[in-house]
Structure formats: structure tokens, C-alpha cells
């Protein structure tokens, strides 16, 4: 059997790209777009909640992200670059785990320091990476792996609104 691979962001650059990739090796995808999970909505924890209990995935990759320069909306950057992730993160720790998963987070080299031209951007993947630290043990013990990864800039349409 195939694994199942639940992708949060797969019309994004990098959504769109890995879904590609996986797909190819003949991983059942699912595609969760853009415009199917509004981060910003009120009880959208629950919709996440809901969305893991129907398709119980294999694996997880949470591909969504914004990214704006200063002139940023801080609840915006923050609900979608971290908020996104804890969401999935706090599904699996008050759970009892019955199968192995794995979760990816989608980080940012940014997170490694202040970004004068984008400090909100590098903030929220900070964050991210200390929510990622604090909750990689805990997943653990649940059968739950916990991966992050922090790509340098890459050519997307999410990195042409900074650039332009």
C-alpha cells in the first residue's frame, strides 16, 4: 500500500513541486490548496482536526507560507508561517498515536537571525523552529516523527512579492 501524503500549500511553488515528485514515486498525494484551508478562520482548528481524523496520513508536510516584507500583517504572517504548524503539532500530542507518522515542517533559513528587510518573515520561522525543538521529543514518544527543514530562498511566486 501506498503511503499517504497530506500537503498543506500544494498550489504553492514548493506545494506544487513536491506533490510532482511524489506523485511520481507513486505516493497517494493529497493536495489541501491554498485557497481549501483558510489559516486566518475563526475554529480552524478544529477543520485541521477534523481534516487528520478523515484522511489519517502517513505523512504530513505543511508547505504554506507568506512572505512580505515590513510592511507585513503580524497576525497574518504569524497564523500562517507558525500558527499553521502548532496546529497540526497539538493534533498529534493530545492524541494517541496508533501508526507511525512522520510531520515536515517547512522552515527558513531566515530563522537563523534578524532579517532587516523582512523581520516579521524571519521571526515567525524562529518561532517556528522552537515550537519544532519543544515538540520533537514529545512526538516521539507517540510513534510521531517530527522533521523540520530550513531551504534558502528559492524561486517561487511567494518569493516575488518581496523581490518586486
Not at 496520513?57 to 507568506?66: A, E, K, L, Q, T
Not at 517547512?106 to 528587510?117: C, D, E, F, L, M
Not at 515567525?124 to 522533521?147: D, F, P, R
Amino acid at each position: 500500500m501506498n503511503k499517504k501524503v497530506l500537503i498543506f500549500g500544494a498550489t504553492g511553488g514548493l506545494g506544487t513541486e513536491l506533490s510532482y515528485l511524489l506523485e511520481k514515486r507513486k505516493y497517494r498525494v493529497i493536495k489541501v490548496p491554498k485557497n481549501k484551508i483558510n489559516f486566518l478562520a475563526k475554529k480552524i482548528n478544529i477543520k485541521i482536526n477534523k481534516l487528520l481524523l478523515k484522511i489519517k496520513p502517513d505523512v504530513i508536510v505543511n508547505c504554506s507560507g507568506y512572505f512580505k516584507g515590513n510592511n507585513s500583517n503580524f497576525e497574518k504572517i504569524f497564523k500562517i508561517n507558525t500558527y499553521s504548524n502548532w496546529l497540526i503539532i497539538k493534533f498529534y500530542i493530545s492524541k494517541k498515536v496508533k501508526k507511525k507518522i512522520k510531520i515536515i515542517l517547512i522552515g527558513s533559513s531566515a530563522y537563523k537571525g534578524p532579517r532587516k528587510n523582512y523581520i516579521l518573515y524571519a521571526a515567525s520561522k524562529a518561532a517556528l523552529h522552537n515550537i519544532y525543538l519543544g515538540a520533537k521529543e514529545l512526538l516521539e514518544k507517540k510513534l510521531v516523527s517530527l522533521k523540520i527543514v530550513h531551504p534558502e530562498a528559492m524561486k517561487t511566486k511567494m518569493l516575488k512579492n518581496i523581490i518586486n
